[in-house]
C-alpha cells in the first residue's frame, strides 16, 4: 500500500482510537460526576476542569466524554442495525427476477427519497425519544442505502461465470452464498458501512439538536451544541468542544474508511 | 531528415524496473515498418512513448525524435503540436478507444476541423468522404450512430478515418485487429495497407501476429523482453531468422500453416 | 426514448402513490392515539367518538388511507391537529422561504464543487490539489448546525453585518431584508452540499482521466485541456448528475436543521414542529410534498442522464 495510502489509515484512526479509548475509560472514571454544579456556570478552564464548566456548571469535559459514549453507541449500533438489516434486504433483492425484482428497486428508490435524517425523524416521533429509538430509527434509514448497494454487487455476482459453474455441479444456493457472493460482496460494503458510520454519528447530532435524540440529562454532542448556542459569544468553549469532537470523529472514520477501501481493493486504478 | 529516430529509449516504471530496453529504430517517410513481439515485450509501450504519452508513473530516458521534436523532454505544447499533424495512432480496442457519448460523426470531425480547417457543409461532405474511403458505405447513419451501436469491425474503420482525418506522415497502429473477428481481420488490414498505400503515409504496425506483419511491412523488429532482438526486412526475419527467440516465433507460425493445410511463403 | 419516458412516468406515478401508502402506515402504525391529543383526560365515550369522527379515525385503515388520498388528490391536506388550520395553505406559506434557500444552496454548491472537483482531479498530483481533497475531506464532517452557529457567530454577533436569524414578517415584500436574512442559510447549505459534491466530481473526472478516449483525443492532437472539455465533461457528468438529483432531495428537507438553527419560518421547521407535538396531517403534509418533489427531481435526473448517455436506455431497468 502507497505511503499516503498508509497515512491515511494511520491518521484515520488515531482520530477514532483516542475518542474510543476516552469513551471506554469513562465508564470506570470520569474527572467529576455527571451531576455535579458545583462547577459555577460557564467558568474558564481551571480547577480540574479542562475544558471549563457549561451553563449548569457541569464539568464540560465529562460532559463531552458522557457525549461520547453515545456518539460511538449510535455509530456503531446504527451501522449494525442498517447493515444487518441492508444486506439481507439486498441479498433477497438480489435474488429476485424479473417483476418481483422491478417492484423491489422502486421500492428501494422510495426509501432512499426519504432522507436518513427525515425517516429517523418520523421513527422517532412515533415511538419517542430516546437512545434505543434513535439507532433503530437511523439504522432502518442506512438500510435503503445498503440494500440498494447489496442488490446490485449481487446482481454482479450472479451473473458470472463460476456461478453458473457452482450450479452445474449441483452446489446448493445457501452454500453459493456462503462461500461465493458473500466473500466477493463482503468487501465493498463494509467500505460502505464504514462511510456510513460517519452519516450515523452525524445525524443522531442533528436529531439531538432539533430535540428529537437522547433526552436530556443524557448528553449528546448535538444537544451540548444547542445549550450552547444562547451563550455561544460569552462561552465559545461550549460550543466549539462538542463541534470538534463531533468533526474530528468524522473525519476519522471517513478517513479509516477509505484507507480500508484502498485495503480492500488494491487494483483500483483512481489513485488517492 | 528521418520522419521518426528513436535511439536508445528506456522505459522504466517506479520500482525502476525496465520495461523497455535500449530500443533504436528510424522510420523514413513512406515506410512499413512492423514492431513484432508477444505481450509484455513492451511494444505498446514503445509505440505510447513516441507520442509522448506514456501513463503516469513511466519514465523514458533516451532520444526520440519525431517531426524534429524530441518527445521526451520537450514541452506538453510542443509535443500536442506534433501529435495528429506528425504522427497520429490506431488503438488496440476501438469499444474504449472512441467517445461513447458522441456519434462517430462528430468524432471524425473533430480532426478534419482541427487539421483542415473545415467547417459547416464543407465539413460535413468531408466527414462522409472519410466514412467513404474506410468503406462505411451507409455514411448517414453511421455518422449519427454512437460507438455502441456499431460492431467492432466499424469501430475500428471510424477510429482509422479519425486518424487519417489528421493526415499524418505517419500512421501508428497498435494492434489494431487483436480485438476483432478473424473473419474482420483481413478485412481491415487490407484496408490499412491501401490507405497508407494511397496517402503516401509511413506505417508503424505494432502486432504479436507474425504472418499479418508479413504482409503490412517492409522491414520489422522483434522484441522480447523490452530489447530488440532481431531486426530487418521483413521477409529475412521469417526466411532466415537469426534469433532463437524469432526463430519460435517463425516455427509456431509455420506449423500453425501447416495445420490450416495452406502453403505460405 | 418515448418508450423509456412512458415506462419512466409510471414508475413515478407507482411510486408516489407506494411513497403516501408508507407515510400513511408509518404513522398510523405508531403507537399513541392522536385522539388523546385533542381531548383531556377523562372524557366521555361519547365525547372521545365524536372526536374519532371528527379525526376520521372511526372508520377501518383501509377506507381512512382511502379518505385521505383522496382529500389529498383534491389537496386537502386536513386539518393541524393542533392549531386547526389547513395544512395545505400552512404549507404554501413556507415555501417562500424553503424554495429559494433550497435552490439557490443548491446552484451555489454546484457552481463551486465544479469547478474546484475538476482541478482537484486534473492537479491530484499537485500539492494544491492535495489540500482541496483535503478540506473537501474536511467539508463532509461538518455538521451543517454547527457551521451555520459559527457562520451567525461571526457575521451577525461579531461583525453585525447580517441577521442571526428569522424572516421578515412581510416575506418578500421586503426583498432587501428578505435576502438578508436567507444569506447565512444559504451559504451553510451550499458549503456542506459543496464538499461532498467535490468529491463526487473529483472522483468523476480523475474516471475520465483514465479513459482511453482521452488518450486517443491526445494521440490526434488536442492539448489535455481541450480533451477534457471535448469528452471528459460529458461522460464525467452522468454519474454527478445522478448524484445532484440526489443532493437536490437532500437538501429539501435537510434543511431543516438550517431552519432550526437560523428560526427560519420554512417548511422543515414546520415539520420538526409537527414531530414534537404529535401532529400527524401535518407530519403527513409536509412529507408527501417533500417526498412528492424528491421522486420528481429524480425522475427529471434520470431523464437527463439518458439524454446524454443513450447506452443507459438499452439496459433493462432503471
Redesign the interface.
Known amino acids: 500500500m502507497s505511503r499516503r495510502r498508509s497515512l491515511t489509515l494511520a491518521v484515520g484512526l488515531t482520530l477514532v482510537l483516542i475518542p474510543a479509548v476516552a469513551v471506554i475509560v469513562s465508564f470506570f472514571w470520569l474527572p467529576f460526576s455527571p451531576d455535579d454544579t458545583s462547577g459555577g456556570r460557564l467558568a474558564p478552564p481551571g480547577d480540574g476542569h479542562l475544558l471549563g464548566t457549561d451553563k449548569l456548571g457541569r464539568d464540560l469535559f465529562t460532559q463531552l466524554l458522557l457525549g461520547g459514549r453515545i456518539a460511538f453507541a449510535t455509530g456503531l449500533g446504527a451501522v449494525g442495525v442498517g447493515g444487518v438489516l441492508g444486506v439481507s434486504l439486498g441479498l433477497l433483492a438480489g435474488f429476485a427476477t424479473r417483476w418481483l425484482d422491478d417492484a423491489a428497486a422502486v421500492a428501494l428508490d422510495i426509501l432512499i427519497a426519504f432522507p436518513t435524517l427525515l425517516l429517523a425523524m418520523l421513527i422517532v416521533a412515533g415511538a419517542g425519544a430516546s437512545l434505543g429509538t434513535a439507532i433503530l430509527a437511523i439504522g432502518f434509514g442506512l438500510a435503503a442505502v445498503v440494500a440498494r448497494l447489496t442488490r446490485v454487487l449481487v446482481k454482479q455476482v450472479l451473473s458470472r461465470e463460476y456461478i453458473t459453474a457452482a450450479r452445474v455441479a449441483g452446489i446448493s444456493w445457501p452454500r453459493i452464498v456462503a462461500t461465493h457472493v458473500l466473500p466477493n460482496i463482503g468487501p465493498v460494503v463494509l467500505v460502505n458501512l464504514a462511510l456510513q458510520t460517519g452519516l450515523a454519528v452525524l445525524a443522531e447530532a442533528s436529531l439531538s439538536y432539533l430535540g428529537l435524540g437522547t433526552p436530556p440529562p443524557n448528553a449528546s454532542w448535538g444537544r451540548m451544541l444547542f445549550e450552547a448556542q444562547a451563550t455561544v459569544l460569552t462561552a465559545p468553549r461550549a460550543a466549539i468542544a462538542p463541534g470538534v469532537a463531533l468533526i474530528a470523529l468524522v473525519i476519522g472514520v471517513n478517513l479509516t474508511a477509505d484507507g480500508l477501501r484502498d485495503l480492500a481493493d488494491p487494483t483500483r486504478r483512481r489513485s488517492r | 531528415m528521418s520522419l521518426l529516430t528513436v535511439d536508445g529509449l528506456s522505459v522504466r516504471d517506479q520500482a525502476g524496473t525496465s520495461l523497455v530496453d535500449d530500443v533504436s529504430f528510424t522510420v523514413e517517410p513512406g515506410d512499413r515498418t512492423g514492431l513484432i513481439g508477444e505481450s509484455g515485450s513492451g511494444k505498446s509501450l514503445t509505440a505510447l512513448a513516441v507520442t509522448g504519452l506514456l501513463p503516469a508513473g513511466l519514465t523514458a530516458s533516451g532520444e526520440i525524435r519525431l517531426g524534429g521534436v524530441d518527445m521526451i523532454r520537450a514541452s506538453e505544447r510542443r509535443r500536442t503540436a506534433v501529435r495528429g499533424r506528425v504522427a497520429s495512432v490506431v488503438f488496440q480496442e476501438p469499444l474504449t478507444a472512441l467517445d461513447p457519448l458522441m456519434p462517430a460523426g462528430r468524432q471524425i470531425a473533430g480532426p478534419l476541423h482541427r487539421f483542415q480547417g473545415l467547417r459547416g457543409d464543407a465539413l460535413r461532405n468531408a466527414v462522409r468522404a472519410a466514412l467513404d474511403e474506410v468503406r462505411l458505405t451507409d455514411t448517414d447513419r453511421i455518422a449519427r450512430a454512437y460507438p455502441h451501436q456499431l460492431s467492432g469491425g466499424q469501430r475500428q474503420r471510424v477510429a482509422i478515418a479519425m486518424a487519417l482525418a489528421c493526415r499524418p506522415e505517419l500512421l501508428i497502429a497498435d494492434e489494431p485487429t487483436t480485438a476483432l473477428d478473424v473473419t474482420v481481420q483481413a478485412e481491415i488490414l487490407d484496408l490499412l495497407d491501401r490507405l497508407v498505400a494511397t496517402h503516401g503515409t509511413a506505417l508503424l504496425f505494432i502486432t504479436h501476429d507474425l504472418p499479418v506483419v508479413a504482409n503490412v511491412a517492409r522491414q520489422a523488429y522483434v522484441l522480447r523482453a523490452g530489447r530488440v532482438v532481431e531486426s530487418g526486412p521483413t521477409l529475412d526475419i521469417i526466411e532466415r531468422p537469426t534469433d532463437p527467440y524469432t526463430r519460435t516465433l517463425v516455427e509456431s507460425a509455420r506449423r500453425f500453416d501447416a495445420a490450416l493445410g495452406r502453403d505460405r511463403d | 426514448m418515448l418508450r423509456y419516458l412512458l415506462r419512466r412516468t409510471a ?1 413515478l406515478l ?2 408516489l402513490v ?2 403516501a401508502v ?1 407515510l400513511f402506515l ?2 398510523r ?4 392515539d392522536p385522539v388523546n391529543a385533542l381531548l383531556p383526560v377523562g372524557a366521555t365515550p361519547e365525547q372521545i367518538e365524536a372526536a374519532r369522527r371528527e379525526l376520521g379515525t372511526d372508520v377501518s385503515l383501509p377506507i381512512q388511507f382511502l379518505n385521505w388520498l383522496r382529500d389529498a388528490g383534491t389537496l386537502d391536506l386536513g386539518r393541524s391537529l393542533i392549531s386547526t388550520l389547513p395544512v395545505g395553505p400552512e404549507i404554501v406559506a413556507r415555501l417562500p422561504v424553503t424554495i429559494p434557500l433550497t435552490l439557490s444552496a443548491f446552484v451555489l454548491a454546484v457552481l463551486v464543487a465544479v469547478p474546484v472537483g475538476v482541478l482537484a482531479a486534473v492537479r ?2 499537485r500539492w494544491y490539489g ?1 489540500i482541496l ?1 483535503a478540506v473537501a ?2 467539508g ?7 457551521l451555520g ?2 457562520l ?2 461571526v457575521f451577525a ?2 461583525l453585525q453585518v447580517l441577521p442571526a436569524g428569522g424572516f421578515p414578517p412581510d416575506g418578500w415584500s421586503e426583498p432587501g431584508a428578505a435576502i438578508a436574512a436567507l444569506v447565512l442559510p444559504v451559504g451553510t447549505v451550499a458549503l456542506v452540499m459543496s464538499a461532498s459534491l467535490i468529491r463526487y466530481v473529483r ?1 468523476a473526472t ?2 475520465v482521466l ?4 482521452l ?10 485541456a481541450s480533451a477534457l472539455r ?2 471528459g465533461l ?2 464525467a457528468s ?1 454519474p454527478v448528475i445522478a448524484v445532484l438529483a ?1 443532493e437536490l ?2 437538501t429539501f ?2 434543511a ?2 438550517v431552519e ?2 437560523f428560526a427560519l419560518p420554512g417548511l422543515g421547521s414546520l ?2 414542529t409537527g ?2 407535538q ?1 401532529d400527524y396531517p401535518v ?1 403527513q403534509g409536509v ?1 408527501l410534498v ?2 412528492a418533489a ?2 420528481l427531481v ?1 425522475f427529471l435526473g434520470d431523464i437527463v442522464q439518458r439524454l ?4 443507459l436506455l ?1 439496459r433493462g ?2
Open positions: 414508475i407507482v411510486s407506494l411513497a408508507v408509518l404513522l402504525l405508531l403507537p399513541g491530484a498530483d492535495l481533497n475531506q474536511l463532509i464532517a461538518v455538521p451543517a448546525f454547527w452557529l459559527l451567525i457567530t454577533l461579531r472522483a480523475l474516471e483514465g479513459a482511453d478516449y488518450r486517443t483525443a491526445r494521440a490526434l492532437g488536442e492539448s489535455p471535448r469528452h460529458r461522460n452522468v440526489v432531495a437532500t428537507l435537510g431543516v436543521v432550526s438553527v415539520l420538526v414531530i414534537r404529535h407530519i412529507m417533500s417526498t424528491v421522486l429524480g446524454i448517455d443513450p447506452r438499452q431497468a432503471s
